[in-house]
Antibody
Framework: QVTLKESGPGILQPSQTLSLTCTFS??????????VGWIRQPSGKGLEWLAN???????YYNPSLKNRLTISKDTSNNQAFLKITNVDTADTATYYC????????????WGQGVMVTVSS | DVVLTQSPATLSVTPGERISLSCRAS??????LHWYQQKPNESPRLLIK???QSISGIPSRFSGSGSGTDFTLSINGVELEDLSIYYC?????????FGAGTKLELK
């Protein structure tokens, strides 16, 4: 059974760095073809893809935020991470991590999401 | 970036009716077009992959069609539990993009 769960700080101030953790089970990021993506959703709005990380440590970022994003993984602990630097109120959103398989290009399992508020 | 335009933004439905939701891409995405359902306060759930391929555990009343730039999600006999927001997503090129969604509401 595949499950994912996000965790984060809840609230942070503008200009700070947002650090998110995705803890998953039922698959491994050391397995050929496996990947984890991050997607966010401002309240009442649509979905925005942020980044993917793959089993071979390949990484892809949304160019609209690329300079601010860093995705990484800890294979031994079944975790993936996302950092967003220099946050502002526009980064207030629910952040999801989701599983993606190489050459499939869709997200088949999603976490419950973690709400992040940027406020002074 | 590929822009996905979903229509209508909101659709008022009566239980039992057959409905169709549209997703149009700004350029061809072949069949790399996927559909998700998001119920209030829940995470998105994959409904249809590659435009028309079914997903295990998803009711058979959901179906998809299309290729290139025009895609349709159909629900054959809407049920109350289907009142949600539906998103399309393209995986043909990076960055992956989503449509703005179509909200199904009760008429």
């Amino acid at each position: 059974q595949v499950t994912l769960k996000e965790s984060g700080p809840g609230i942070l101030q503008p200009s700070q760095t947002l650090s998110l953790t995705c803890t998953f089970s039922g698959f491994s990021l050391s397995t050929y073809g496996m990947g984890v993506g991050w997607i966010r959703q401002p309240s009442g709005k649509g979905l925005e893809w942020l980044a993917n990380i793959w089993w071979d440590d390949d990484k892809y970022y949304n160019p609209s935020l690329k300079n601010r994003l860093t995705i990484s993984k800890d294979t031994s602990n079944n975790q993936a991470f996302l950092k967003i630097t220099n946050v502002d109120t526009a980064d207030t959103a629910t952040y999801y991590c989701a599983r993606i398989e190489a050459w499939e290009y869709y997200f088949d399992y999603w976490g419950q999401g973690v709400m992040v508020t940027v406020s002074s | 970036d590929v822009v996905l335009t979903q229509s209508p933004a909101t659709l008022s439905v009566t239980p039992g009716e057959r409905i169709s939701l549209s997703c149009r891409a700004s350029e061809s995405v072949d069949t790399y077009l996927h559909w998700y359902q998001q119920k209030p306060n829940e995470s998105p759930r994959l409904l249809i992959k590659y435009a028309s391929q079914s997903i295990s555990g998803i009711p058979s009343r959901f179906s998809g069609s299309g290729s290139g730039t025009d895609f349709t999600l159909s629900i054959n006999g809407v049920e109350l539990e289907d009142l949600s927001i539906y998103y399309c997503q393209q995986g043909n090129s990076l960055p992956y993009t989503f449509g703005a969604g179509t909200k199904l509401e009760l008429k």
